[in-house]
C-alpha cells in the first residue's frame, strides 16, 4: 500500500485568529489537535505509512510527534509516521513533489493537512490505472459555495472546474488525490506553485486526470467556520461513545 502524504505545512492564515501560535494541524479539537484525529481516521482506513509534510511551525508537529509516539496505544500507534520539511514555502503542488523526492516515492496518496474524511478510501488506495496520472477523490455536498465543482465524464475523467460562490449541491474537490510518476513528470518547472491552480487543470487537459466518488463525512476544517462546527461534531460523538 502507498505511504499517504499529509499535507500540514501551509501558515493557515484564514485560521490564524483562531490558533495564532499553533500550525493549523495542531489546531485543538475535542481535547486533541487535529492531527490526532487525522490520523486515526487514515488507520482506521488502513493507510499505515504516513508521511508529514511540512513547513509553517514545523518544530512544534516534530515535538507533538515525538510526544505522541511515546504514548501506548497512542495515536501514531501502528503507524509508520516519516516528516519532511520544506526549508522555503513551495504551495501545495511543490511540497508534494518535494516529499516525494526526498523519499523516492514513485507513487503516493495525498490529503490536505485540514481535511478529514471518516469513511472507505478503498477507491483511493486501488493502483492507478493506465493512462491515468493523478486521482483524485470527490464528495457531493449540500452547498458547494465555499469550495467550487469538479466536473466528472461518464468514463472518470475529470474535465473542468467551477470556480468558487456557486451555490447549491455537487460534487467537489475532498483533498485527497492518488499521485503517480507520470503527474509528477507533468508538475510545473518552478519550485512553489499550487496542486489545485496549477498543476490539476494541465493534468485535466491532457486526459490523465481521473475522479473517484467517495462515501462518508467529510469536512476542511480551514476556516473558522468550519472549525467551530468540527469541534461540536467531535465532542458530541466523543460523549455519545462514553453514553
Known amino acids: 500500500m502507498s505511504a499517504c502524504i499529509v499535507l500540514a505545512g501551509g501558515r493557515g492564515t484564514r485560521l490564524a485568529g483562531e490558533v495564532p501560535h499553533l500550525p493549523k494541524c495542531l489546531a485543538p479539537v475535542a481535547g486533541q489537535p487535529f492531527l490526532h484525529w487525522q490520523l486515526r481516521a487514515l488507520r482506521r482506513a488502513g493507510i499505515t505509512d504516513v508521511v508529514l509534510s511540512l513547513g509553517h511551525l514545523h518544530e512544534a508537529v516534530l515535538r507533538w510527534c515525538e510526544q505522541a509516539g511515546a504514548q501506548p496505544h497512542g495515536p501514531t500507534d501502528g503507524l509508520r509516521l516519516r516528516c519532511v520539511v520544506e526549508l522555503q514555502p513551495l504551495g501545495t503542488g511543490g511540497a508534494v513533489r518535494h516529499a516525494m523526492a526526498q523519499l523516492g516515492l514513485a507513487e503516493a496518496l495525498v490529503t490536505n493537512g485540514d481535511t478529514l474524511l471518516d469513511g472507505p478510501l478503498a477507491p483511493m488506495q486501488a493502483p492507478l490505472q493506465p493512462g ?14 465555499r469550495f467550487g465543482g469538479v466536473a466528472v465524464a461518464a468514463d472518470g475523467r475529470v474535465i473542468g472546474f467551477t470556480e468558487k460562490g456557486g451555490g447549491g449541491p455537487g460534487c467537489i474537490n475532498a483533498g485527497l488525490y492518488r499521485v503517480g510518476a507520470g503527474a509528477l513528470a507533468l508538475a510545473p518547472a518552478v519550485a512553489s506553485f499550487s496542486l489545485e491552480a496549477d498543476w490539476l487543470p494541465a493534468l485535466a487537459a491532457r486526459g490523465a486526470l481521473r475522479a473517484a466518488a467517495l462515501a462518508g ?17 467531535m465532542t458530541l460523538s466523543i460523549m455519545s461513545d462514553r453514553l
Not at 496520472?133 to 455536498?141: E, F, I, K, P, S
Not at 463525512?217 to 461534531?233: C, E, K, S, T
Open 132 to 145: 491515468e496520472w493523478l486521482r483524485l477523490a470527490t464528495v457531493q455536498v449540500a452547498d458547494r459555495s
Open 217 to 233: 463525512g467529510f469536512i476542511d476544517m480551514g476556516v473558522p467556520d468550519d472549525y467551530h462546527r468540527l469541534q461540536a461534531q
